[in-house]
């Protein structure tokens, strides 16, 4: 059964995590989502501890659904802290490069690209 929303308690200077709370039904449930994974969830890097609960307010639907997940998926132990990290954090797949709009491999051509390089200089510039 899925965790549902609770409190939120605010960032940890000292375990550079945010702490939030959420509900087993009329059980508590001590959640905690390190900085670099909230970093990593909302793409960005290094913000600030005193914009952590704004970041959180604006990633607070996947952050729970993660911790959700993470309860969900480990044995109910009563008391347990359900603990969010970058490895809990689905990284999606760089983009495929059109190969057409690329442009050719760099390592395949590159008398091609030294040639492109000499033809763009202007005739004052060559010696």
């Not at 913000?47 to 997940?69: N, P, W």
């Not at 802290?81 to 490895?87: A, G, L, W």
């Not at 059109?98 to 004052?124: H, Y």
């Amino acid at each position: 059964m899925p965790l549902t929303r609770d409190r939120i308690i605010g960032h940890d200077n000292e375990r550079l995590a945010f702490r939030f709370t959420m509900l087993n039904e009329a059980d508590t449930v001590e959640c905690q989502i390190s900085d670099a994974a909230m970093d990593e969830l909302g793409g960005v890097r290094g913000t600030e501890s005193m914009a952590r609960q704004a970041q959180f307010l604006s990633l607070r639907d996947a952050v729970e659904r993660i911790a959700s997940d993470i309860f969900d998926k480990s044995p109910c132990v009563k008391g347990q802290v359900v603990r969010i990290f970058t490895k809990h954090i689905q990284k999606s797949p760089p983009p495929l490069a059109d190969p057409i709009a690329a442009g050719p491999d760099p390592d395949t051509d590159k008398a091609g690209s030294l040639r492109l390089v000499a033809e763009a200089r202007p005739a004052s510039m060559v010696q």
